[in-house]
């Protein structure tokens, strides 16, 4: 698990889900399930890093919005995928546009307002209809391959963060690790944090209010196990009535992914 060091210090969340124990003893392979935060800012320094790792698919689970805004750079002989996982036009999903606006921004955020907000993410992620349609997306892309593969939003930690555990959960990994992996984004933030903190200013609201949004929490992910048990009684109920991936794809993975 090679969540120690920083892979590519210009995208500081680009990380390896590799070397993960599974349930029944298996591990889960180096070097062929890359997670990240965004990538269009890699540097020329750790250009050649980036290109060694042998990507083969880049999938992009942000929006419209922050696509068009800052493309991608992608890597040498990598396909390109564009997965959307949240409605682009929902209120907050184009969150540039909204933290520019101080009177939409303290209208969604302030007081409080920005821990209910992530609440309310996590709970979409497992849902909406586009949510369950692009993770469904992600999770075949990985088991067809070609491998390797990176998946990433923008800070790489919420849109991403679900989708990491997502494949650790099908793959057979436990809980608790799923969690520490989740929760190792918050080391990870530094390009989030300084973005962040120029929209706060520009916003008007005060770091405290915009911080819940910053970070990842473990009640974070709870509400999106909870709201699953909520809608569809168990994970695997999620998995086969909502997110509507087939046992033979499960397989797949596992045997492109687990040694």
Same mark, same amino acid.
């Given at each position: 698990?090679?969540?120690?060091?920083?892979?590519?210090?210009?995208?500081?969340?680009?990380?390896?889900?590799?070397?993960?124990?599974?349930?029944?003893?298996?591990?889960?392979?180096?070097?062929?399930?890359?997670? /990240? #935060? *965004?990538?269009?800012?890699?540097?020329?320094? &750790? +250009?050649?890093?980036?290109?060694?790792? %042998?990507?083969?698919? !880049?999938?992009?689970?942000?929006?419209?919005?922050?696509?068009?805004?800052?493309?991608?750079?992608?890597?040498?002989?990598?396909?390109?995928?564009?997965?959307?996982?949240?409605?682009?036009?929902?209120?907050?999903?184009?969150?540039?546009?909204?933290?520019?606006?101080?009177?939409?921004?303290?209208?969604?955020?302030?007081?409080?307002?920005?821990?209910?907000?992530?609440?309310?993410?996590?709970?979409?992620?497992? /849902? #909406? *209809?586009?949510?369950?349609?692009?993770?469904? &997306? +992600?999770?075949?892309?990985?088991?067809? %391959?070609?491998?390797? !593969?990176?998946?990433?939003?923008?800070?790489?930690?919420?849109?991403?963060?679900?989708?990491?555990?997502?494949?650790?959960?099908?793959?057979?990994?436990?809980?608790?690790?799923?969690?520490?992996?989740?929760?190792?984004?918050?080391?990870?933030?530094?390009?989030?944090?300084?973005?962040?903190?120029?929209?706060?200013?520009?916003?008007?609201?005060?770091?405290?209010?915009?911080?819940?949004?910053?970070?990842?929490?473990? #009640?974070?992910?709870?509400?999106?196990?909870?709201?699953?048990?909520?809608?569809?009684?168990?994970?695997?109920?999620?998995?086969?009535?909502?997110?509507?991936?087939?046992?033979?794809?499960?397989?797949?993975?596992?045997?492109?992914?687990?040694?």
């Amino acid at each position: 698990m090679k969540n120690d060091g920083f892979l590519l210090p210009s995208a500081p969340n680009f990380r390896d889900l590799g070397g993960h124990r599974t349930k029944e003893g298996r591990t889960v392979r180096d070097g062929l399930l890359f997670r /990240s #935060d *965004a990538l269009h800012s890699i540097s020329e320094q &750790d +250009l050649p890093t980036y290109q060694g790792f %042998g990507i083969r698919q !880049l999938i992009d689970l942000r929006t419209h919005h922050e696509r068009d805004r800052l493309p991608d750079l992608v890597p040498e002989g990598a396909e390109y995928a564009a997965v959307g996982v949240q409605n682009a036009e929902a209120a907050g999903a184009n969150f540039v546009e909204t933290l520019a606006d101080p009177e939409r921004a303290r209208a969604m955020f302030s007081d409080g307002a920005a821990e209910r907000f992530m609440f309310g993410v996590y709970r979409e992620l497992v /849902s #909406d *209809a586009e949510a369950l349609e692009g993770y469904r &997306d +992600l999770v075949e892309r990985a088991a067809k %391959g070609p491998t390797a !593969l990176v998946f990433h939003c923008s800070a790489g930690k919420d849109r991403t963060g679900w989708g990491a555990a997502l494949l650790l959960d099908l793959l057979g990994v436990e809980r608790e690790a799923i969690t520490k992996d989740y929760l190792t984004s918050n080391e990870r933030q530094a390009n989030t944090d300084f973005w962040m903190r120029e929209l706060s200013r520009h916003s008007g609201l005060p770091w405290e209010d915009v911080q819940p949004m910053t970070r990842v929490r473990a #009640d974070y992910l709870d509400t999106a196990y909870t709201h699953i048990d909520e809608l569809y009684g168990s994970f695997d109920n999620y998995v086969v009535n909502g997110l509507k991936i087939s046992g033979g794809t499960i397989e797949n993975l596992k045997n492109r992914m687990l040694a």
